[in-house]
């Protein structure tokens, strides 16, 4: 299951390549570390990775659930043909809630207000809603405060009572899990605990209650509740850099183009905008048409900055100022020809890794993959499957 829309893109001059069978691995095995269902998180185009691919690999992995941010990506998994269980969090007030309530899309109030809008739309459309409570624990976010804990529950009781929805779960979301030891998981889970208890106490049942993330469901057990909602973990990026065991993940996504232009300096030639890079000594340098118009962060020229690409299975140092449309790589006297094929990251052993990238602009890979597009053109793959010749 390959497709081929690169055909209509013979001018693009990257591509980004997703491998929705590591999607599906990578599900896999955090369905099974997780041991409760699995809500895979697929908002903002699947990280980059193309949502409706990603939602389809992630349910082939065993994915119980789906969850997007907005509720226009949640009536686009709808149109893909998706129609089992999903959720969304993010609304404005002028949000249309009648086609996600129509479309059965769980949507998560924070408020008395949210609350009254959804059962406006539920009695326009002549349906039982489905609602899931977020609490505010400790992230100052979305969710509903702790003072109005009481105020909320209560009228999502009321709308239970009254058929305007069903209350399907409760949940929030942590500020650090990806730092294990910091006091505010052990707060913000305590807090959770004391809103499931008062919503008990309210009458509510939510069949769904929900915490962790990606770096929670692999580093604290006792945060795993009900369901775990993984988003970067799916894609085969650590969550917890420095702190994750190995679990085998893959990462999904690969970024290649090809030099396209290779050009000898001498010591003392100058690179890029603000001649930011002099070389000290001989060597060539190699153009890869990409730039920051298609997500390789400006960032990544910064003076001493790491970031590096793989040129013939050598990394090879990014060199003075990325520009819109190309950034320039040191090759380093070392053979080189036009067309070569550049990796700037991937899952392989020996290319750059989104985490070296974001390491190297001082970012998360969660950015990395999630900005890069632009001009490039996205092609999956699924190397599970044997290709056939023609
Ligand atoms: C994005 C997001 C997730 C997924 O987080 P990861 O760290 O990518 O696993 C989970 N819950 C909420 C509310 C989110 O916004």
């Not at 903002?44 to 690999?57: K, L, N, Q, T």
């Not at 999904?252 to 300096?265: G, I, N, P, W």
């Not at 900005?371 to 290709?387: A, K, L, N």
């Amino acid at each position: 299951m390959s497709d081929h829309r690169a055909d209509r893109h013979e001018g693009a001059l990257a591509e980004i390549v997703v491998d929705v069978a590591a999607i599906r691995h990578n599900v896999r095995v955090l369905r099974e570390v997780a041991g409760v269902p699995l809500i895979a998180v697929v908002k903002a185009d699947g990280y980059g990775h193309g949502m409706v691919e990603a939602a389809r690999a992630a349910r082939e992995g065993g994915a119980e659930w789906l969850a997007v941010a907005t509720v226009d990506e949640a009536v686009q998994l709808r149109a893909s043909g998706y129609a089992g269980p999903l959720l969304c969090w993010l609304m404005l007030p002028e949000t249309d809630l009648e086609r996600p309530v129509a479309e059965g899309v769980d949507l998560t109030a924070y408020s008395v207000a949210e609350l009254d809008a959804i059962a406006e739309a539920a009695r326009a459309v002549g349906l039982r809603a489905r609602v899931q409570v977020k609490v505010d624990t400790g992230l100052s976010r979305g969710g509903a405060s702790r003072a109005d804990w009481a105020a909320v529950f209560a009228r999502a009781h009321d709308g239970e009572r009254d058929g305007s929805w069903k209350v399907t779960g409760l949940w929030s979301h942590l500020a650090c899990s990806d730092e294990p030891d910091h006091p505010a998981n052990d707060r913000q889970e305590q807090a959770f605990r004391a809103a499931l208890a008062l919503a008990e106490d309210s009458g509510l049942r939510p069949d769904l209650v929900h915490l962790a993330n990606s770096a929670a469901t692999i580093l604290r057990p006792s945060a795993r509740f009900g369901a775990v909602r993984c988003g970067i973990a799916t894609y085969g990026l650590d969550p917890a850099p420095g702190h994750t065991p190995d679990l085998g993940l893959r990462p999904a996504m690969t970024v290649r183009s090809r030099l396209a232009v290779v050009k000898h300096l001498v010591a003392g030639d100058a690179v890029s905008y603000g001649q930011r890079w002099v070389a000290d000594r001989p060597t060539t340098i190699g153009l890869v048409p990409m730039g920051y118009g298609d997500g390789i962060p400006r960032h990544a020229s910064h003076p001493g900055g790491s970031a590096e690409v793989a040129v013939g299975g050598k990394r090879r140092p990014i060199r003075g100022t990325v520009c819109m449309d190309q950034v320039m790589v040191d090759l380093g006297g070392d053979p080189a020809q036009v067309g070569d094929e550049v990796v700037l990251l991937g899952g392989a052993d020996d290319v750059p890794t989104a985490q070296d990238w974001a390491e190297a602009c001082g970012t998360i890979s969660y950015e990395i993959v999630t900005r890069m597009g632009g001009r490039t053109v996205r092609r999956h793959v699924d190397t599970d499957v044997v290709e056939e010749g023609p």
